[in-house]
């Protein structure tokens, strides 16, 4: 069964997460530096089997985006370019650095492992993949 695949692109890092193939649950997957992002992808989507892809959108409190968003936008026409089969969705991505620090504090990471950026960016990606499930969920 197929999966969802969740970026959070960041300028310097980009947080990556998944679903289980019941697309279920959503676990952070890895994070990448973003120069390496689209080689990334070309092999990961070359070996699993995934259906749709998540961007997080970038929105402002006031609902404006963000500067970084004509940067995601140009990822995204590539990935349905290169990769017609795959649907591409977006999702709110605002406050998901703070959950993800909140997480990681209430699930007792310690403070050394908190600063390690790279584990902000793929739980924060998992948030934003989450959300997306959570918006279908029938619960």
């Given at each position: 069964?197929?999966?969802?695949?969740?970026?959070?692109?960041?300028?310097?890092?980009?947080?990556?997460?998944?679903?289980d193939s019941?697309?279920?649950?959503?676990?952070?997957?890895?994070?990448?530096?973003?120069?390496?992002?689209?080689?990334?992808?070309?092999?990961y989507l070359?070996?699993?089997?995934?259906?749709?892809?998540?961007?997080?959108?970038?929105?402002?409190?006031?609902?404006?985006?963000?500067?970084?968003?004509?940067?995601?936008?140009?990822?995204?026409?590539?990935?349905?370019?290169?990769?017609?089969?795959?649907?591409?969705?977006?999702?709110?991505?605002?406050?998901?650095?703070?959950?993800?620090?909140?997480?990681?504090?209430?699930g007792g990471?310690?403070?050394?492992?908190?600063?390690?950026?790279?584990?902000?960016?793929?739980?924060?990606?998992?948030?934003?993949?989450?959300?997306?499930?959570?918006?279908?969920?029938?619960?």
């Amino acid at each position: 069964m197929s999966r969802v695949l969740a970026i959070d692109y960041g300028e310097k890092r980009t947080g990556i997460a998944v679903t289980d193939s019941l697309k279920i649950i959503a676990s952070a997957l890895t994070t990448i530096d973003t120069a390496t992002l689209w080689e990334f992808l070309q092999a990961y989507l070359a070996k699993e089997d995934v259906d749709t892809i998540v961007l997080g959108l970038p929105l402002r409190l006031n609902n404006e985006l963000s500067a970084i968003e004509p940067i995601i936008q140009k990822l995204q026409r590539k990935i349905v370019h290169n990769f017609p089969q795959i649907k591409v969705e977006r999702q709110d991505e605002r406050f998901t650095s703070k959950l993800a620090l909140s997480a990681m504090i209430t699930g007792g990471m310690k403070k050394k492992d908190r600063k390690i950026k790279g584990n902000l960016d793929k739980i924060s990606a998992t948030i934003i993949l989450q959300d997306y499930l959570d918006r279908f969920s029938s619960f």
